[in-house]
């Protein structure tokens, strides 16, 4: 478990997600170009970029970052999942 708390404490487990995020993005849009399936580009951006905002967020805490930083990640985040409300509905 302290392994895990530690890795968790590493802005490079922040940097991984975010370059998962990114590859899930792609993956999903391009499927949903080709096979006309899957969820809409719009609808996509939306709860990924809270999820990559929210991420930021927490790198920016574990790295330290300027207090602004995290408001300013915290923010779009909420930003994000306004979004992803309002096009669920």
């Not at 399936?37 to 905002?53: E, H, Y």
């Amino acid at each position: 478990m302290g392994a895990l708390l530690s890795w968790l404490r590493t802005p490079a487990f922040y940097d991984a997600v975010l370059v998962l995020l990114v590859v899930e993005g792609v993956v999903l849009t391009l499927w949903h170009k080709r096979r006309g399936t899957g969820v809409p580009p719009q609808r996509l951006l939306s709860f990924l970029g809270a999820g990559v905002a929210f991420t930021l967020a927490c790198r920016a805490l574990v790295a330290g970052w300027p207090g602004e930083a995290l408001a300013a990640a915290m923010s779009a985040a909420f930003v994000f999942h306004v979004l992803h409300l309002r096009a669920s509905r």
